[in-house]
């Protein structure tokens, strides 16, 4: 079946630590790759995006991924956390076929401690 | 950035009732907005998605009849909660396509909703 998957429910970094987030996904061809960032009482923030080309994407807030196409991964990496970064983060995909859905994955919550 | 409003950010109503969320565009024209529900802790869900100057097309599971949605303008999509219950109470987000790339949405920051 065709899916989006982000393995941690729940991730924990002291402030300062680098992060990964996993995402992977399940689809027959590429899709469009995006991660957003929900914050309490805040909508779903876009934080980057990936269409084609260089596999390695910058984003806000000095946040990157990168796609692996033989991995069917777009992890989301940020070298070092601030308190202000915890939240949840959502991958989702734009699947080939329909370019106005989006496909959401579980989210994962993000805890900064000091 | 663009930017997406919802109101009202809360609402509490009584069973039986109706409420009315207003989503808006303020800075673009969005010819495709998306209504989603989360539960806590859960992900977004897509319930329809909402073409201006037509009807709405409803995901699988989704009562049209239950979640009215209206398109009226470039700007507004409107989504009713119909004879409300306790198990309609959840958190509503609604999106805007972006005319700049596929799949591009702007959220609005999302109206709780509570059912007594």
């Known amino acids: 079946a065709q899916s989006v998957t982000q393995p941690d429910i729940h991730i924990t970094v002291s402030e300062g630590a680098s992060l990964e987030l996993r995402c992977n996904y399940s689809?027959?061809?590429?899709?469009?790759l995006f991660w957003y960032v929900q914050s309490p009482g805040q909508g779903l923030q876009l934080l980057l995006k990936y269409f084609s080309g260089d596999t390695l994407v910058q984003g806000i807030k000095g946040f990157e991924a990168e796609f692996k196409r033989s991995q069917s991964s777009f992890n989301l990496r940020k070298p070092s956390v601030h308190w202000s970064d915890a939240a949840e983060y959502f991958c989702?995909?734009?699947?080939?076929?329909?370019?106005?859905?989006?496909?959401f994955g579980t989210g994962t919550r993000l805890q900064v401690f000091p | 950035g663009a930017v997406v409003s919802q109101h009202p950010s809360w609402v509490i109503c009584k069973s039986g009732t109706s409420v009315k969320i207003e989503c808006r565009s303020l800075?673009?024209?969005?010819?495709?907005m998306f209504w989603y529900r989360q539960f806590p802790k859960q992900s977004l869900m897509l319930m329809a998605t909402?073409?201006?100057?037509?009807?709405?097309?409803?995901e699988q599971g989704v009562e049209k009849d239950k979640f009215l949605i209206n398109h009226a303008s470039l700007t507004l999509s409107t989504l009713t909660v119909t004879s409300a219950h306790p198990e309609d109470s959840s958190f509503y987000i609604c999106s805007a396509r972006y005319p700049g790339g596929p799949n591009e949405q702007f959220f609005g920051p999302g109206t709780r909703l509570t059912v007594l």
């Open positions: 689809y027959g061809a590429t899709p469009y």
């Open positions: 909402s073409n201006e100057g037509s009807k709405a097309t409803y």
């Open positions: 989702a995909v734009g699947p080939p076929w329909n370019t106005d859905k989006l496909i």
């Open positions: 800075d673009f024209q969005a010819t495709t």
